[in-house]
Structure formats: structure tokens, C-alpha cells
């Protein structure tokens, strides 16, 4: 099994920057991609930035391109998501998600563990 802890909530105002961290256990060495997504009241879970087992490749949403970063250290098991230029519309309960199945994918069906979600919210 894998288990994943998410930190790094708070409340910002916007321009401001914020950084949230995964910690990944358990079967750690199965893992391939490592993700996160977030939702926002009222609708679905959508994907944000996802990154390759050794870092090399990463992937973001077009909201989200040039503000955020996704990164990993896998001596330390953990995720990275470094936002700056924070908008209102950043707003959500962001969750960290990791699949051991080889290749990338927006779809929340290719991830099969989940951390707990962290709220991060924007103030105008």
C-alpha cells in the first residue's frame, strides 16, 4: 500500500505565493507519476501538474503554466507544488495523487492513491 500526507495549507493574498508538500510511504518504489489536483466548491476534481518517476518530465494544466512548479525528491519521498502569482480562482482543496502505471494522464482514474487534500485559499 501507498499513503500519502499532504501540508502546506493557508491563506494567501493574491499575487502572493504558497508551496505544498506530499509525502509519500509505504510502497514507494511502485510509484511512477505523482500528481496533483484540485477541487473548488461545487465542482469536479481537475487536474493540475504531474510529474515522471525521475523528474525529467512534467506536465501542467494551461491555468497554471508559468505560476506553478511542480518538482520531487525522491530520497526524501516527497512532492513538491510551488505556486506564485496566486489568483482567487486558485482557490481549492488541492490533493496529491500517485499511479504506478506507467505514462501520464489528466485522468483522476489513472491515479489510484490519494492524499487527504490540503485548502488553500486566495483572497482578493
Known amino acids: 500500500q501507498v499513503q500519502l500526507v499532504e501540508t502546506g495549507e493557508g491563506l494567501v493574498q493574491a499575487g502572493g505565493s504558497l508551496r505544498l508538500s506530499c509525502v509519500v510511504s509505504g510502497r514507494t518504489f511502485s510509484i511512477n507519476i505523482m500528481a496533483w489536483f484540485r477541487q473548488a466548491p461545487g465542482k469536479e476534481r481537475e487536474f493540475v501538474a504531474a510529474?515522471?518517476?525521475?523528474?525529467?518530465?512534467?506536465y501542467y494544466t494551461d491555468s497554471v503554466k508559468g505560476r506553478f512548479t511542480i518538482s520531487r525528491d525522491n530520497a526524501k519521498n516527497t512532492v513538491y507544488l510551488q505556486m506564485d502569482s496566486l489568483k482567487p480562482e486558485d482557490t481549492a482543496v488541492y490533493y496529491c495523487?500517485?499511479?504506478?502505471?506507467?505514462?501520464?494522464?489528466?485522468?483522476?482514474?489513472?491515479?489510484?492513491?490519494w492524499g487527504q487534500g490540503t485548502q488553500v485559499t486566495v483572497s482578493s
Open positions: 495523487a500517485a499511479s504506478n502505471v506507467y505514462g501520464f494522464s489528466w485522468n483522476r482514474g489513472h491515479y489510484g492513491y
Open positions: 510529474i515522471g518517476r525521475n523528474g525529467g518530465n512534467t
